[in-house]
């Protein structure tokens, strides 16, 4: 069986290795193209626009890594059944379950793999590659990313809800462009503060830098007109729920958070009362993806047992090109459907896997039973 095992995995990872690397080769060609056109704007040359475009390799990766063992997988046994490899091997007892059980194996150290790329490498050199772009630019084009985040706190015994506007980020991880707006528990507007920058820490303090701020004070007398107060200051602290990590997710897309970072930000949301349905679809798309790797193996697996003159190989290639970028659609029209019609995150993030997992073990007990 160990030999089996090496037989199998060394032509499985062969292909599944050719194939990710033309992929990742294509996107950084497209990623290339766009990269030049900007940093040629910018007086900045094609080296530099490489260097960019591999950083974004780490997220193409994430992405179609699945893709790619389903087409190397079906690539390899497709060749080994062809040659009657696979034929010699379950006439020397590699039954049904033992094939499935080698395989889901090697899907196991895929589904590793995934994950790791999507959780530390793909979100690392994404903003290493947004700090680059903005130093080789002279960071005269800043990320545009900014957000809207909502806290509660209770100041002198009452309870005042807050929204802050977050501009955007700088390349050195300082926010810029920050606004608060304090509200009393009637809703009604009690303070603004206006920041050109802020430093987040862990504890949620905020250390704001050239503040204006403007206090709404109650009146006085019959029409009590209402007072304002403004201030100026260099320097101002203020403590809050909004921790940096919290930051952090909520100015990143939501397509490069890190499955803790999407779990964190949807708890913030959830305990502010504000709509997490999306970051949740989200949360659950990531915390599922690196298992699509089991339902490619899978999908796979059932061409191994189709006869050798049943379609070439490039034939058997191509439907499983068109597998993927129908599970790729169904995930994709999944997460659009879950959020319009406010269907459970979890069900909406596994349904795909599951139909094509139910698909792919379908046709393989078929296979075994009738060919």
């Not at 502010?272 to 790797?293: G, L, M, T, V």
Request: with cysteine.
């Amino acid at each position: 069986m160990r030999t089996v095992r090496r037989l199998l995995y060394r032509d499985i990872v062969g292909s599944v290795v050719l194939v990710a690397l033309a992929f990742l080769a294509l996107f950084f060609f497209f990623d290339f193209v766009d990269e030049i056109e900007r940093m040629s704007r910018a007086g900045v040359g094609a080296g530099k626009a490489a260097l960019l475009s591999l950083m974004e390799t780490p997220g193409h990766f994430y992405e179609l890594f699945p893709i790619a063992v389903l087409i190397g997988t079906i690539f390899s046994l497709a060749r080994l059944a062809q040659s009657s490899e696979f034929t010699i091997l379950r006439t020397g007892g590699l039954g049904p379950g033992r094939a499935l059980g080698l395989l889901a194996s090697l899907a196991f150290v895929f589904a590793a793999l995934t994950f790791v790329t999507g959780d530390w490498a793909a979100p690392y050199f994404e903003r290493q590659g947004d700090v680059m772009r903005a130093r080789f630019v002279g960071d005269k084009a800043p990320s545009p990313r900014g957000a809207w985040l909502k806290d509660r706190q209770v100041v002198d015994g009452q309870e005042r809800s807050f929204s802050v506007n977050v501009g955007r980020a700088s390349s050195s991880g300082q926010l810029q462009d920050i606004r608060i707006y304090e509200f009393d528990t009637h809703g009604g507007l009690v303070a603004r503060i206006q920041a050109k920058t802020a430093n987040v820490d862990a504890k949620g303090l905020w250390r704001l830098i050239d503040v204006d701020r403007t206090d709404w004070l109650g009146g006085t007398g019959a029409n009590r007109t209402p007072l304002v107060r403004e201030t100026h200051e260099d320097h101002w602290d203020w403590q809050s729920s909004l921790h940096a990590g919290v930051i952090a997710a909520a100015v990143l897309p939501a397509t490069s958070m890190s499955t803790i970072e999407l779990y964190r930000y949807t708890q913030h949301l959830s305990a502010q009362e504000q709509s997490a349905q999306a970051h949740n679809i989200q949360f659950w798309h990531k915390a599922f993806y690196p298992f699509a790797c089991f339902v490619m193996v899978a999908l796979a697996l059932p061409f191994a047992y189709l006869h050798g003159r049943a379609g070439g190989i490039s034939l058997k290639v191509f439907g499983g090109i068109m597998l993927g970028i129908s599970f790729v659609l169904l995930n994709n029209v999944a997460e659009h459907l879950g959020l319009l019609k406010d269907w459970t995150p979890w069900t909406v993030a596994a349904a795909p896997s599951l139909a094509y997992l139910a698909l792919s073990l379908g046709a393989f007990g078929w296979l075994v039973r009738y060919r």
